[in-house]
């Protein structure tokens, strides 16, 4: 069974800091889908990045980026000299392509705070 | 605006109280779920369905009942709210599921008195 696991479940940290958030996941299948979402204290749910099983390359988006590791079953995420912006609960989730209708599993959530 | 809409977004009922969570997809999605989010467990799939006439069960389906007669509309019914009902709903909706990505509705928060 396919799950989702944040070991953080809050992280504090000083604008401009540098902020890593973990992400570890378990599926069997050798096809699959991992996400990871921004919650802003507003409640809606915001797509940051997508990425398949099959590419292992580390993605950058502005002052996010993303670490993809198959051996270690990890995809993390780096936010670069924070902002007071950055504070929202962030979600990982894994979607399974062999499931029927590719449900997303998600992670308890990391609610990171960054102070000015 | 193309997208999933979600009705009411906010409500209280009391318990024992009947309602319909309403959700609606203008994309033509073949896919589309219900999500519960409780503080600490992240968001929980309640049902499913993968097309018009299709539903099946997530991992918390007790207490709920959907059906899906068009492809646009998939509605979550609580037949007898509980206070442990009180959550906040997310609608999903994809085409392809994981291979495409999700799209969410703007959530709907229930409290159950």
């Known amino acids: 069974a396919q799950k989702v696991t944040q070991a953080q479940t809050e992280i504090s940290v000083v604008e401009k800091e540098d902020v890593t958030l973990d992400c570890v996941y378990e599926t069997r299948d050798t096809t699959y889908y991992l996400f990871w979402y921004k919650q802003p204290p507003s409640g809606e749910l915001v797509f940051l990045i997508r990425?398949?099983?099959?590419?292992?390359q580390n993605e950058i988006s502005g002052r996010y980026s993303w670490n993809f590791q198959k051996s270690t079953s990890s995809f993390n995420f780096t936010i670069t000299a924070s902002q007071v912006v950055d504070s929202a609960v962030y979600f990982c989730a894994l979607s399974e392509a062999g499931n029927a209708g590719n449900m997303l599993t998600f992670g308890g959530g990391t609610r990171l705070m960054v102070k000015p | 605006n193309a997208g999933v809409t979600q009705t009411p977004k906010f409500q209280v009922l009391k318990t024992g109280q009947s309602m319909t969570l309403q959700c609606a997809q203008d994309m033509n999605h073949e896919y589309m779920s219900w999500y519960r989010q409780d503080p600490g467990m992240g968001l929980r799939l309640i049902h499913y369905?993968?097309?018009?006439?299709?539903?099946d069960q997530g991992e918390v389906p007790n207490g709920y009942n959907v059906s899906r007669s068009t492809t646009e509309d998939f509605p979550l019914r609580l037949l007898s709210a509980a206070p442990s009902q009180t959550s906040v709903y997310f609608c999903?909706?994809?085409?392809?599921?994981?291979?495409?990505?999700?799209?969410f509705g703007s959530g709907t928060r229930l409290t159950v008195v």
């Open positions: 990425r398949n099983s099959f590419d292992e």
């Open positions: 369905s993968v097309g018009a006439g299709i539903t």
């Open positions: 999903a909706s994809s085409y392809l599921g994981g291979a495409t990505g999700y799209t």
